[in-house]
């Protein structure tokens, strides 16, 4: 489409093109073809002019995985490229890259998607294979994915394997990502509002006899305390239930616990006794804060007693 540069996935090159089968777009695997040799036949591949398309299109895919002589190899044809030539570098890890090639490329950063942009995808794709999803299913398998859609596509294979009667629902889905379910999570929270140390130990136990996903437990509860900060400084409109726990968890704690749960989250993929590492981190929660308050009563004893003395 030369209006907007938009393919229009009808004409011949464009069919062509999504099927693979188009003759002047080449893509090449840099992790199975890492050597020098490889880039000379893409280089001398390179000289001859497209035959069906106004450009010959080489797609290097994790280009940060080929060798120092092949990049050195490219480098001449990346300064000067001839004019029927595009290369297209992708990689996932750009640090890699010698700065000389980087130079020479105008970089394009792709940003994640957004949960909405992919539960939205999600949505389309289970319609068009006649399945059907609570919303809820959906949310936690957008969110699950962070930003990649590969991922949730991946994600959402899994839930239909664990689905019955062509429907996805959210309860089969917590168990396949070993998540939490809402009400765990609110009482969790109710119990480090209440600073009661024995129902976080009780609920921590369920959790590891039912086979949960610690640290996506954590990232659950990061994503809770999170909409909580947010209704308490802002305008954001939670859940009746969490507006209540808001209520009672003051401006600071609210922050301190995000942090903590940071932690946890940095802590729990360093360590294989991931159950450890859940527990103490909410028993954490409630212990920053409860010294906090000691802390206080003590500075406000210790001036009574120099009062009276």
Excluded: W
């Amino acid at each position: 489409n030369l209006q907007n540069n938009e393919p229009c996935c009808i004409c011949t090159n464009c069919t062509q093109i999504d099927s693979g089968r188009f003759v002047d777009v080449i893509e090449i695997d840099a992790a199975s073809n890492t050597g020098v040799d490889n880039i000379r036949e893409v280089i001398e591949n390179a000289q001859y002019t497209p035959t069906s398309g106004k450009y010959k299109v080489f797609i290097i895919d994790e280009v940060h995985m080929l060798s120092k002589s092949a990049f050195n190899a490219m480098l001449k044809t990346l300064e000067e490229p001839p004019a029927h030539i595009i290369f297209i570098l992708a990689t996932t890890d750009p640090q890699k890259v010698p700065i000389t090639v980087i130079s020479r490329c105008l970089q394009l950063k792709l940003r994640n998607l957004s949960s909405v942009e992919i539960a939205s995808h999600l949505q389309n794709v289970l319609q068009q294979e006649n399945y059907s999803a609570d919303n809820s299913a959906i949310e936690l398998l957008a969110n699950a994915a962070n930003g990649s859609m590969r991922d949730a596509l991946s994600l959402t294979d899994q839930a239909i394997a664990f689905s019955t009667n062509k429907q996805i629902h959210s309860q089969s889905v917590e168990q396949m990502l070993g998540l939490s379910n809402e009400d765990s999570l609110y009482t969790i929270l109710k119990a480090i509002a209440a600073s009661d140390s024995n129902a976080i130990v009780n609920i921590c136990q369920e959790l590891n006899q039912n086979g949960a996903n610690f640290e996506n437990v954590l990232q659950q509860l990061q994503n809770k305390i999170f909409q909580i900060s947010l209704a308490q400084l802002s305008s954001t409109k939670i859940d009746d239930k969490l507006q209540d726990i808001a209520r009672r968890i003051s401006l600071q704690d609210i922050q301190l616990y995000f942090d903590i749960i940071n932690l946890g989250l940095e802590q729990i993929n360093k360590i294989s006794q991931k159950y450890n590492v859940f527990t103490m981190t909410l028993l954490r929660v409630i212990s920053f804060t409860i010294g906090a308050q000691e802390e206080k009563q003590i500075v406000i004893r210790g001036n009574n007693c120099s009062v009276q003395t």
